[in-house]
């Protein structure tokens, strides 16, 4: 069963700085893109950054670009995003999120439970 265990955030000052991690069972994780996006409340989960099976960065949301950096270890199943520059407007639920296949199920997306930032004087 494919599980995604989400740790970090909180509250943080502007300009501050945030880690968010998540660790990975179930499926074989060196060989899926990993994904991170956000909801504010009452609004669809937006995108904000994918990393490549290998390691490479794949993209970022234009908002966070130069501010937040994906990174993954496929040795400890993890998947983290360093987030600097925080902005009030970076205040959301933050999730992690894989598309995996399996024979019983076929594509699927599994989230993480999902990891609250709040970006506040």
């Known amino acids: 069963q494919v599980q995604l265990v989400q740790s970090g955030g909180g509250l943080v000052r502007p300009g501050g700085s945030l880690t968010l991690s998540c660790a990975a069972s179930?499926?074989?994780?060196?060989?899926?893109?990993l994904y991170w996006y956000r909801q504010y409340p009452e609004k669809a989960r937006e995108f904000v950054a994918s990393v490549t099976n290998s390691g490479t960065p794949l993209a970022y949301a234009d908002s966070v670009k130069g501010r937040f950096t994906i990174s993954r270890d496929n040795d400890k199943n993890t998947t983290t995003l360093q987030m600097n520059g925080l902005k009030p407007e970076d205040t959301a639920v933050y999730y992690c999120?894989?598309?995996?296949?399996?024979?019983?199920?076929?594509?699927?997306?599994?989230w993480g439970q999902g990891t609250q930032v709040t970006v506040s004087s």
């Open positions: 179930g499926f074989t994780f060196s060989n899926y893109n």
């Open positions: 999120n894989v598309v995996v296949w399996s024979p019983d199920r076929g594509r699927y997306a599994a």
